[in-house]
Structures are given as C-alpha cells and as structure tokens.
T-cell receptor, first 116, second 113 residues
C-alpha cells in the first residue's frame, strides 16, 4: 500500500515561471491537505480539499496560488509567477475520513521548491 | 484561537541521556494533540497522539508524552535517546483528527555520541 506520493521531490523555477506540485493520496483516502514549510519555521496550513471540492482555503495566499483535486488524478498545487519568497517545502497529507475522532493524516515526503 | 508553542528550537543531548521536548498550546475548546517527527529530507511521521482517556500516551520508538490540561502542555519524553533520534519534532493540535492541524515551529533534537 503506497503512501502519499508527491512529485517532483525537488523543483527549481525562475522568477515569473509557474510551479505545479502534484500529490497522490493514499489509496482509499479522499481528503487532501497542503502545508507549506518555510525555512526555520513549522508547517503552515494552506488548503483542504475533497474530490472536486475546496473545503477550506483560508491558508492560501490570495493571489498566484490555486489548488485542485479532480475526480481522477492527483491533487495539484499551482503557483503562478513564482517569486523568491515562494521557496519552501510543500507537504501534502491525506486522510480517510475527517469526521472520525482521531483520524490521522499521512504525509508525503514533500516537494522542495527553489525559486532562482 | 488555537496556537502551539514549542519552547525550545534546538535541543542537543548526549546519546543514552533522557530528553524532554516541551510543547504548550492554547485553546478555548477541547483539542486533540499530536507529536510528529521529521527526519532529514523526509515527510512527517506520527509519533503519538492524545485523543482522550489516559493522560500518558506511549508512541513509537520509545517516546511518550503526557497531557496536562491545567498547564496546557503536552511534553514529549524519552528516557534514553539514540543517535538515530536526531530529527525535527513537531507538536500539533487539532479539533478533529487530521483536518487543519496547527503545528508548532518545531524542535531540532541533535543526539551526540
């Protein structure tokens, strides 16, 4: 049973380019969360998605960032016109049923984005 | 509003010594508490979690944590650390199991020979 798969593991983009980060949740999981980890900081919640729906995007920057989780295929975090401040590790997590007490979120290994 | 504070950003310790990583939280409602470990260039792995019941929670790799409601703390302990425990440890709080978990800034545990 494969875990949460994120790709690419490392991504280098020039300022102004677009970055696309992919996350395939664990088999049977329909809830996906994205977190950002800036250097020397903890994880910051960005967005929570279910299949074809954005449930909570309160942690997403208002501009340039978007996320989707289509019916088929992985969840995508898209960053348009990247800037140096976007350089960070982006983690995806998935869970089976968010309403059950004690539901654990399983994390991918992250995508490390470097903007040059 | 919920928040999590990890009081130490770095904790150096010698191998086989005991260690305590401190975590305090603030919340006006009941919470669920977690400790995660992140090894270099890896994702986060759950060490242990407190949902209800016994305030002493045992996790993987010999770690345990104690929930103290009056002090709003959830400190992580291990009686004897190994070199392989060198990693970053995150305390986290959530209303439910996995949704919108709020993380502390992390504590880097560095175990020396």
């Amino acid at each position: 049973n494969a875990g949460v798969m994120q790709n690419p593991r490392h991504l280098v983009r020039r300022r102004g380019q677009e970055a696309r980060l992919r996350c395939s949740p664990m088999k049977g999981h329909s809830h996906v969360y994205w977190y950002r980890q800036l250097p020397e900081e903890g994880l910051k919640f960005m967005v929570y998605l279910q299949k074809e729906n954005i449930i909570d995007e309160s942690g997403m920057p208002k501009e340039r960032f978007s996320a989707e989780f289509p019916k088929e295929g992985p969840s995508i975090l898209r960053i348009q016109q990247v800037v140096r401040g976007d350089s960070a590790a982006y983690f995806c997590a998935s869970s089976h049923d968010v309403d059950r007490v004690g539901t654990e979120a399983f994390f991918g290994q992250g995508t490390r984005l470097t903007v040059v | 509003a919920q928040s999590v504070t990890q009081l130490d950003s770095q904790v150096p310790v010698f191998e086989e010594a005991p260690v305590e990583l401190r975590c305090n939280y603030s919340s006006s409602v009941s919470v669920y508490l977690f400790w995660y470990v992140q090894y270099p260039n890896q994702g986060l792995q759950l060490l242990l979690k407190y949902l209800s019941g016994s305030t002493l929670v045992k996790g993987i790799n010999g770690f345990e944590a104690e929930f103290n409601k009056s002090q709003t703390s959830f400190h992580l302990r291990k009686p004897s650390v190994h070199i392989s425990d060198t990693a970053e440890y995150f305390c986290a709080v959530s209303f439910t199991g996995g949704f919108k978990t709020i993380f502390g800034a992390g504590t880097r545990l560095f175990v020396k020979a």
